[in-house]
């Protein structure tokens, strides 16, 4: 009888990644769940406190539907049956439910990074979704972490990953970024500006300042402002009307089509700048450039879901007791990336 999968999604991005990794499983029975939580935190997401977070709001709403739009199997939080391996974008909350299953995490994308927040967060063990995404990893509750580079091999080792854990697979929605130079967004040479959440997320964020300089930057130019999915869209647009009016602002549609069509890009901390760069775009960003080059996806065309995919099939038929024996260190894994010859 085929193997049960479950794909936790989140974001729109990681509910995409799911889906394009499950297209390759075709031979299991696959299903999916929007992000959840135990305990405390399930119950303020519940009340709708964590709606600015995957938990919640937007991003469950977009989840729910596209794994509708896409006739995908619903499990929510993953009740409905048992599962033979689990596949998730995210490590900052290990479920009840999953910690005893074969795992693979699959980084979604830029991890932020390391504040005083994250040494604290390390250093007390506390939880780790408290420093956000740069903590990605931190579980080693998974028995498999597919990242987008060698350079985040290596960033996240440093972090305190294990090696014998990680392959370098890519990222699907990463991984063939010159193709949204084919696209349909009707503006051409703007400045594009994909904004961050930081106050949604409790973080200082001077955005008076922020958008002077984009304007500053724009030079006249056409300036196009694509919220993140959880910003605050009517704070946001009263501000940009005030500092930079006679801007275009998008709360939904591809960014990463924006990015393609734009002729400079300003970000602030942000997944989409990999974008920028990748396709040559005159980039303007608090992040390092330099350590974003060393970190950027591999490009292979596309075919980052293909071999995660593969990965998982190796890990459904490894026995339970060798990934236990892994998982405490007692028993080194083969070294995925070497005996999957990619």
Not at 32 to 51: C, H, K, M, N, Q
Not at 265 to 287: D, H, M, N, P, R
Request: hydrophobic residues 35%; neutral net charge.
């Amino acid at each position: 009888m085929p193997e049960n999968i479950l794909f936790i999604c989140g974001s729109l991005n990681q509910t995409r990644m799911m889906h394009k990794i499950a297209m390759h499983m075709g031979e299991y029975h696959c299903y999916f769940t929007p992000y959840y939580a135990d305990g405390l935190e399930a119950g303020i997401a519940r009340a709708g406190w964590l709606d600015f977070t995957v938990l919640g709001g937007r991003h469950r709403r977009e989840t729910t539907a596209y794994l509708t739009e896409n006739n995908l199997a619903l499990d929510d939080r993953g009740e409905g049956r048992s599962y033979d391996l689990v596949v998730t974008g995210s490590d900052l909350i290990v479920q009840r439910n999953i910690r005893d299953k074969r795992l693979v995490l699959v980084q979604e994308g830029i991890t932020e990074p390391e504040s005083w927040l994250f040494h604290l967060v390390k250093w007390l063990k506390l939880p780790r979704y408290l420093a956000n995404t740069s903590t990605n990893g931190l579980s080693d509750a998974y028995d498999l972490f597919c990242v987008a580079s060698h350079g985040y091999r290596d960033l996240f080792i440093r972090k305190g990953v294990r090696p014998e854990k990680i392959a370098v697979t890519g990222i699907p929605n990463f991984d063939h970024l010159a193709e949204n130079f084919n696209n349909n967004f009707p503006h051409h040479g703007h400045v594009l500006v994909a904004t961050t959440p930081y106050r949604e997320t409790f973080r200082f964020d001077d955005r008076p300042a922020f958008l002077r300089r984009c304007v500053e930057i724009a030079g006249g130019r056409q300036l196009i402002f694509k919220l993140h999915p959880t910003e605050n869209p009517e704070r946001a647009r009263r501000e940009i009307e005030r500092y930079a009016p006679g801007s275009l602002v998008f709360e939904y549609g591809n960014v990463d089509h924006m990015i393609a069509n734009a002729s400079t890009v300003i970000t602030q901390q942000s997944t989409c700048t990999f974008v920028a760069l990748a396709l040559g775009k005159e980039t303007y960003t608090y992040l390092d450039q330099d350590e974003l080059r060393r970190l950027m996806p591999i490009q292979n065309g596309g075919s980052s879901a293909s071999r995660i995919a593969n990965l998982c099939r190796r890990i459904l038929h490894t026995p339970m007791e060798v990934l236990a024996q892994v998982r405490k260190g007692h028993r080194r894994r083969p070294n995925w990336e070497q005996a999957d010859a990619f």
